[in-house]
């Protein structure tokens, strides 16, 4: 499976996550998440910034609590919960927001 | 949250067998592994052209290595029982979902090469060819079976159903037709050390988060120690405990349980998972590779005891299964198994659960709890299959029924049991289990929830509960998932351990 932006392919599976994810760019992620049923707010890319920068570190998306704890010391401590995360990317901030950051789909028993 | 694509089943108003719909759940087929994941596990990357010879092969193999599957199939006489005992069944209708004719998927292909009648008179006795169309359905149905035994506790010859899945799918992997998800986790435990793929650092980053988390809540500095050399316990659980809402309000709790004990403990990097996918595939070899890691960190750090936490399947291959595989537990003469009994201390269980660790802080009065802090929730407990059908805790039976729900009473005022024939060794599953938690299978997960759920909402509506706790990283997670199909909150699922972690006043506090 595949989509094209601009003349350029990009490769993903059968799940829709990139499946090389040096080719991310802010593009493919307008498309991956319009995919998702998602408008792309600020809220939305501090969250996708942070996962990338996270993985960049650590080649693994951050646990939950990782990420409300960030998220809740940059925008404030009424954000940094799972259920402002939901909000923000209903199937789940794990997965969904995983998907629209480029990232490897998390799976395990989560 | 997400809208559901398919129908999700009314609350039957009794208990009946629904009409059969046949081919309802047809459809509903996990992602095939491909070529990198089969190959990691050194199985064939795609379906080989001998597949028919291939598989066969590895039937008689399986027959003649395990005697039970080879009675398991000659034993069956259709009487029916099991029919309306499965969860998947009573939620979708599929007539392929009732454990009898989901084994005779297998059972057909058995006749056919394996018993003289079949070999001669297959018409008359029901034998089947092994066409890719019987392999399409072992590929469907072997993969909306959880593994979860119910059946079995109906039926009158003790036939484990669990046992032909199991084998179903070891003879799908050799032949190169194999399951994404479970295939790619079991890689990520052999390359990484856990089923989320989670590295060192990360996990170091993670629990040092924790820490803080605590120490901010409470006050009391509760430590995670992580490759802590001459630890006494080493402590395994399932990643998902390191990761994901609730499983991590569990995590907290075992950390403050271990602070209040004055525990000497530790988690390791090498052995960061419980869980151990090799048994969803039916594959000893994976389940050994799996296991292994934990006696490898065991006897690297020079632990005296292992305590495991909150994951059901990883109880029943750590209770039942890890004396043979890596030589914890009792009995063992042979130099392997020598080897770490004699580091480990005799005085203890070996493995013990983390809810007998608990429940041992509770009787001798350790722990200090304080009920009051769970006056919010109205709790019931759901029994997990793998704990409640495949092992024990504690000295008496049915200890890992009234264990986990001591625990639970003695962290607060209100609990309520589920209907009496869906708990305990009757308990359903929750719909995820056995390697069916991924999301291209969410109908069958919401499907099979169906009994769980009509359980959950007769105590919902007659006393209130709004809290289900479980002992399992699976259940958590599925049912987390599948709760707002119904109409429930997706935080009223959660850990004992996080009951625990609400009630427990750690000493010095006060």
């Known amino acids: 499976m595949s989509f094209e932006i601009n003349g350029k392919v990009y490769e993903t599976d059968e799940e829709g996550y990139l499946v090389n994810l040096s080719e991310w760019n802010e593009d493919a992620a307008k498309h991956l998440a319009v995919e998702e049923k998602i408008e792309l707010t600020d809220q939305h890319w501090e969250v996708i910034n942070f996962l990338r920068e996270y993985y960049n570190d650590y080649q693994i998306a951050p646990a939950v609590r990782v990420l409300t704890k960030a998220i809740g010391k940059k925008l404030g401590p009424e954000k940094g919960n799972s259920k402002y995360l939901y909000e923000l990317f209903p199937y789940g901030p794990a997965k969904q927001a995983c998907k629209i950051a480029g990232l490897p789909k998390p799976t395990g028993c989560i | ?510």
Request: charged letters at 25%; one cysteine or more; a negative charge.
């Open chain 2, 1 to 510: 949250m997400a809208k559901a694509e398919f129908e999700v089943p009314s609350y039957r108003k009794l208990p009946t067998i629904p009409a059969l719909k046949e081919g309802a759940t047809a459809h509903v087929k996990p992602y095939v592994a491909d070529a990198a994941v089969q190959d990691a596990l050194g199985y064939p990357g795609e379906l080989v052209e001998d597949w028919h010879d291939k598989a066969i092969g590895r039937m008689g193999e399986l027959l003649d290595k395990y005697r039970s599957l080879r009675v398991y199939l000659d034993a069956c006489v259709h009487c029916g029982a099991c029919t309306d005992k499965c969860h998947y069944f009573l939620g979708s209708a599929d007539p392929k979902n009732m454990p009898v004719a989901r084994q005779e998927l297998m059972r057909k292909v058995y006749r056919r090469y394996f018993t003289l009648p079949g070999k001669l008179f297959p018409g008359l006795v029901g034998a089947a060819d092994l066409t890719k169309d019987v392999l399409d359905d072992w590929f469907t149905y072997f993969h909306q079976c959880s593994e979860c035994r119910r059946c079995s506790v109906f039926c009158p010859y003790g036939i484990d159903t669990a046992e032909i899945t199991m084998a179903a799918r070891e003879i799908l992997n050799t032949v190169g037709y194999g399951m994404k998800y479970t295939n790619q986790i079991l890689g990520k435990v052999l390359k990484i050390g856990n089923n989320l793929g989670l590295p060192g650092p990360a996990l170091e980053d993670t629990l040092q988060g924790l820490e803080e988390d605590i120490e901010m809540d409470t006050g009391v500095a509760v430590k995670m120690p992580l490759d802590v050399q001459g630890a006494e316990i080493l402590f395994v659980t399932p990643s998902a405990d390191f990761f994901s809402e609730p499983h991590v309000e569990s995590l907290i709790g075992y950390a403050k349980v271990f602070h209040a004990a004055g525990a000497s403990w530790t988690l390791s990097t090498h052995a960061s998972e419980a869980g151990n996918f090799g048994l969803f595939n039916g594959s000893y070899e994976q389940m050994r590779k799996v296991a292994m890691r934990i006696r490898e960190a065991a006897l690297e750090l020079g632990v005296k005891r292992i305590v495991v936490g909150e994951c059901g399947h990883a109880w029943r291959v750590i209770y039942s299964m890890w004396n043979t595989l890596i030589g914890v537990g009792a009995g063992g003469t042979d130099p392997f198994a020598i080897e770490l009994q004699k580091q480990l201390d005799p005085r203890f269980k070996q493995p013990m659960h983390i809810c007998e660790y608990t429940h041992d802080l509770i009787q001798r009065g350790v722990l200090k709890l304080d009920k009051s802090a769970n006056d919010h929730r109205v709790v019931t407990f759901h029994d997990s299959c793998n704990v409640a059908r495949a092992s024990r805790m504690g000295d008496v039976p049915g200890g890992q029924f009234t264990i986990p729900r001591d625990i639970v009473k003695a962290t607060c005022n209100n609990f309520v049991d589920m209907d009496q024939d869906t708990i305990h060794e009757k308990t359903f599953c929750c719909g995820g289990g056995g390697g069916v938690l991924t999301d291209e299978v969410l109908e069958i997960r919401v499907k099979g929830a169906l009994p769980r759920m009509e359980a959950l909402n007769k105590v919902v509506e007659n006393n209130k509960v709004n809290f289900m706790a479980t002992i399992c990283a699976i259940c958590k997670a599925q049912f987390t998932k599948v709760l707002p199909f119904y109409g429930f909150d997706m935080g009223m699922v959660g850990g004992v351990h996080q009951l625990v972690s609400d009630a427990i006043v750690l000493g010095d506090k006060e």
